[in-house]
């Protein structure tokens, strides 16, 4: 995190953990200097780790409760197919308005702070839910911008997440902690599916946003119980004064201006839009390719597999840089297997009617379990590239990520519609995913350029 980042070549010689406050210190160069107080010791972040964990499961929980309920709401409020899709996509507007803000905040005070009024906002919405949708005969209206509030609180959730694993974490032990993050995403969203199968039969669909608001909730009263008691005002992160890079337009402009940078947004664009167009349509692939299957096994087996495959992909990148490897190296490494490898198994379920089903889910796990691999590549490159802006450049990413992603996914529809093949998709995601992943292969690195004068920077 300070001048031996310079070359970007490795960890010169770190071999201790994500835990360990000895191993938390600047380079020979820099002796001297004090030991960086931003960092966790280990006690606090090993309860941080798990918090996290949990916090990001919970989200995705949120998250889902409406996709789950809308069959059962539309049914309730008599909503036709466009009123669903208002509904739901209300999130994804209001998601991407926050991600530049959310993760601005949590670069200056810390993401802890900002992540605790994120998710008491949230529990408050989604337990709201079924009051707000009793309160009028505007149902519709009322729903909407319930769903536009929750992406605007849940939309500084990741670029916080991004600020904080940059500022708690020394590089080597960030690809394991982003992945723990994101396979808690991958546990709340089977949660809420089991979870919710179960709520919606017995006790209707209230109980789902009743039951979910209150262990939000309460994720939220324990964070500050145990965590952030007692902090009457936000604690300034300590930055070097001379050097820090604010948020002018002249320095987002200059900071665009390096080809790391940029190849490191445009490849999260893609990746994050090709997943989107995947979450989405691939139930509909699965329900018209074979309509006799179980829907619980092509619904559930790829979201078990990622949550493994996300851990395993994040330990294999801090082992690799622990022992020496290139960062770079490392993060391009991951984001081949995540973009290009995934591509080859999505291809392959062009087969048509030589795809079996049995086949089809084992080449849909793969694709997905692979990708998660961007935890621990593009993902976490912002966090090298730029720690202390990261939050904020990383809601950058996202945000374009987010609009790229219903871009993509309502010109798969239109493509579907039109060439009657599903072929056409799969090719499309592919040579998506080739651009995004050679122009990061050319242009990637994870040499710090935040900083004007970096020779001269202390630990940030």
Not at 43 to 50: E, F, S, Y
Not at 351 to 372: D, H, K, N, P, Y
Not at 399 to 423: D, H, K, P
């Amino acid at each position: 995190m300070a001048d031996k980042h310079m070359s970007g070549d490795g960890k010169d010689g770190f071999n201790g953990s994500l835990l360990d406050p000895e191993v938390y210190t600047t380079n020979e160069s820099t002796e001297e200097e004090p030991e960086n107080p931003n960092l966790w010791p280990r006690p606090l972040a090993r309860k941080w780790i798990l918090m996290l964990f949990v916090g990001t499961c919970l989200l995705y929980c949120a998250r889902m409760a409406m996709p789950i309920c809308a069959v059962s709401m539309a049914a309730t409020f008599h909503w036709s197919k466009i009123d669903s899709g208002l509904v739901l996509g209300g999130f994804f507007w209001g998601y991407c308005f926050t991600q530049i803000l959310g993760g601005h905040a949590s670069d200056k005070v810390g993401g802890e702070r900002v992540l605790f009024i994120s998710a008491a906002s949230w529990a408050l919405i989604t337990a709201a839910t079924p009051p707000l949708a009793q309160l009028s005969s505007h149902t519709l209206a009322l729903m909407s911008m319930a769903r536009f509030l929750m992406g605007l609180l849940q939309g500084v959730f990741f670029p916080s997440l991004a600020s904080l694993c940059s500022q708690r974490v020394v590089e080597g032990e960030r690809g394991f902690l982003m992945s723990t993050m994101h396979s808690g995403g991958h546990l709340g969203t089977l949660l809420a599916g089991g979870m919710g199968s179960f709520m919606l039969d017995r006790y209707g669909w209230e109980s789902m946003f009743y039951g979910i608001g209150f262990l939000s909730a309460l994720w939220a009263l324990v964070v500050w119980q145990c965590f952030l008691k007692g902090e009457v005002t936000p604690k300034q992160l300590e930055t070097s004064n001379d050097s820090q890079w604010s948020l002018s337009s002249a320095r987002w402009l200059s900071l665009f201006k390096k080809p790391p940078v940029w190849a490191m947004v445009f490849a999260h664009m893609c990746m994050s839009s090709t997943f989107y167009t995947l979450l989405s349509w691939l139930p509909t692939y699965f329900k018209e390719s074979f309509p006799h299957a179980a829907v619980w096994v092509y619904n559930v087996i790829p979201w078990l597999t990622a949550i493994p495959s996300a851990l395993g992909g994040g330990y294999l990148s801090d082992f690799l840089i622990n022992r020496g490897y290139s960062i770079a190296l490392v993060r391009k490494t991951m984001q081949f297997f995540a973009m290009g490898v995934s591509s080859m198994f999505i291809m392959l379920l062009s087969g048509g009617a030589f795809t079996s089903f049995t086949s089809a889910v084992i080449f849909v796990s793969a694709a997905v379990g692979l990708s998660t691999f961007t935890s621990s590549g593009v993902s976490v490159n912002v966090q090298d590239l730029t720690p202390s802006c990261a939050g904020a450049l990383y809601g950058f990413m996202n945000m374009m990520g987010s609009f790229m992603g219903l871009v993509l996914v309502s010109l798969s529809g239109y493509l579907i519609e039109v060439t009657l093949s599903w072929a056409s998709v799969f090719s499309l995601i592919t040579l998506i995913n080739a651009t995004g992943l050679g122009i990061f292969l050319i242009f990637g690195d994870a040499r710090r350029v935040d900083l004007e004068n970096y020779s001269q920077a202390t630990v940030v």
